[in-house]
């Protein structure tokens, strides 16, 4: 995982993405909320809720490199 978000954070930086609070606690919130609750992972059991933690994790990991990756943050 340190691997594909030090890339995906290389990624938004090179794109000049902007990154502020929001994306650091909104879209890992919703990335677990989306997988475990809108796609069913629930019926899935602690495997289900293993992989929507995960699915947040990364995009909480992504956001936060590509916020210290970006010059005069």
Same mark, same amino acid.
């Not at 994790?57 to 943050?73: C, D, E």
């Given at each position: 995982?340190?691997?594909?978000?030090?890339? =995906? =954070?290389?990624?938004?930086? =090179?794109?000049? +993405?902007?990154?502020?609070?929001?994306?650091?606690?909104?879209?890992? +919130?919703?990335?677990?909320?989306? +997988?475990?609750?809108?796609?069913?992972?629930?019926?899935?059991?602690?495997?289900?809720? %293993?992989?929507a933690w995960m699915g947040a994790?990364?995009?909480?990991?992504?956001? %936060?490199? =590509?916020?210290?990756?970006?010059?005069?943050?």
């Open positions: 995982m340190d691997r594909y978000t030090t890339l =995906a =954070a290389e990624q938004l930086v =090179a794109s000049r +993405t902007p990154i502020g609070w929001p994306q650091l606690l909104l879209d890992p +919130t919703w990335t677990f909320l989306r +997988t475990y609750f809108l796609k069913r992972g629930f019926l899935d059991g602690m495997e289900g809720m %293993a992989i994790l990364y995009q909480f990991l992504k956001f %936060a490199k =590509a916020r210290f990756m970006t010059p005069g943050r």
